[in-house]
């Protein structure tokens, strides 16, 4: 064979061998035949193999948690070669007798022990509902529920739960949304609320934290549309609060998009749709330095009703999810502590139909989603910004 005959077969063969990664790594990401350019299917590739989302020691034995929070981290764990976070999100109910409190208790101090066996520290959103039903905030606020929450608290201290375990909570979440029952409730009311619960949490736990977390969107009305929400200022709801109660202050802020046959547009900028100015003003009236973020970007919305659903590509969710950063960063910058709570649960199934997950259900992969979520926790991480998750296996 010629050398010139040589050279040309093995570039031909060269060629090949690329053509067939590209075509496998296509049916991998599950993507159309050239959907992606080359170079950036390898760019892709290169960032997840160097990822460094990782930040925490890889947990052993996650897969077998009875915690569904700690089971879905065992799979953040296998994306990112060790946990991406030290801080899980978890949600509960309050009590509405003597006996529902000893039992919530319980479950919830099962959670918090296998919490802290995984070194894992809670944020616990302490929701304002029972099995009744939705509590009016006026009714809490005149004292209907304060034997039960001081027997809730009491009871987990019976169980062993250290102020360490307790982590932080934070009750009544969201409070500006008229997604419970508010009615005739005032922001003054709310900050009744919420003071009242922190008091007798602090009360059995004078070491554990609280935390508040309100929606960058205030609703004057039981309309909970995106497009009727007001970025107005939050001091009406943590102004009478006393000073020293409170140990982080926490935004809440989503993007969203209308449905696919509705016209007008969404908000899918973060300086817009999580203000943090408006954390910040909070958190200076409650003299505290520390601000987390909730927030997330779907994938799918509006899933239950196939014509009306939106998608959202790979490269957006990146977009956003760096203008997260950036306001994290600014917040850093103005001197508080920060960090970020990702809503990244797949709730397309359920009336909220979104999903706001990476991956699909068990089967973490390097998908282009995987891509976004393990960039997103390598730039925390490299800012210095600590990542905090809520998601949980539904298996």
């Not at 004292?143 to 375990?165: H, N, R, V």
């Not at 397309?348 to 390097?366: G, I, L, N, V």
């Not at 282009?368 to 960039?375: E, G, L, M, N």
Request: hydrophobic fraction near 40%.
């Amino acid at each position: 064979m010629k050398r010139k005959d040589y050279i040309t077969g093995t570039l031909i063969l060269l060629a090949t061998s690329m053509l067939g990664v590209y075509l496998t790594s296509m049916a991998i990401l599950n993507r159309p035949l050239f959907s992606i350019p080359i170079s950036d299917l390898f760019t892709h590739s290169q960032q997840y193999q160097v990822s460094t989302c990782g930040t925490v020691q890889k947990i052993d034995n996650l897969d077998k948690a009875v915690s569904p929070y700690l089971r879905k981290l065992a799979e953040y764990q296998q994306v990112c070669g060790g946990s991406p976070t030290k801080q899980l999100m978890v949600f509960t109910g309050m009590p509405n007798s003597e006996a529902n409190a000893a039992s919530l208790a319980q479950s919830m101090a099962s959670t918090l022990k296998e919490f802290s066996a995984d070194k894992i520290t809670p944020l616990v959103v302490f929701e304002p509902t029972t099995e009744w039903g939705n509590i009016d905030f006026v009714e809490y606020h005149n004292g209907f529920y304060d034997a039960w929450i001081k027997d809730y608290f009491a009871d987990l201290k019976k169980s062993g739960i250290t102020d360490a375990q307790m982590g932080t909570w934070v009750p009544f979440p969201e409070a500006n949304l008229p997604i419970w029952s508010q009615q005739n409730a005032t922001a003054s009311d709310v900050a009744a609320d919420i003071t009242k619960t922190v008091q007798a949490q602090k009360s059995y736990f004078p070491g554990s934290k609280a935390s508040i977390m309100l929606n960058s969107q205030t609703y004057q009305n039981t309309d909970y549309n995106e497009v009727n929400g007001e970025y107005d200022s939050l001091l009406p709801y943590v102004k009478t609060i006393p000073k020293g109660l409170i140990d982080s202050f926490g935004l809440q802020g989503f993007p969203w998009e209308p449905t696919a046959t509705t016209k007008g547009t969404g908000v899918i900028d973060p300086s817009v749709y999580l203000d943090y100015k408006l954390a910040e003003e909070a958190a200076t009236q409650l003299g505290i330095k520390a601000i987390w973020f909730n927030t997330g970007t779907f994938g799918r919305k509006y899933t239950l009703d196939p014509q009306n659903t939106v998608t959202m590509s790979p490269e957006q969710r990146k977009d956003i999810l760096s203008g997260v950063v950036i306001a994290a960063q600014a917040v850093k910058k103005d001197g508080y502590s920060v960090a970020v709570n990702l809503f990244a649960e797949n709730k397309a199934q359920d009336a909220e139909a979104t999903d706001w997950s990476y991956w699909p259900e068990a089967k973490p992969s390097t998908t282009p989603d995987t891509v976004v979520f393990a960039d997103f926790a390598t730039s925390l991480s490299k800012a210095g910004i600590p990542l905090w998750l809520f998601d949980q296996a539904h298996h």
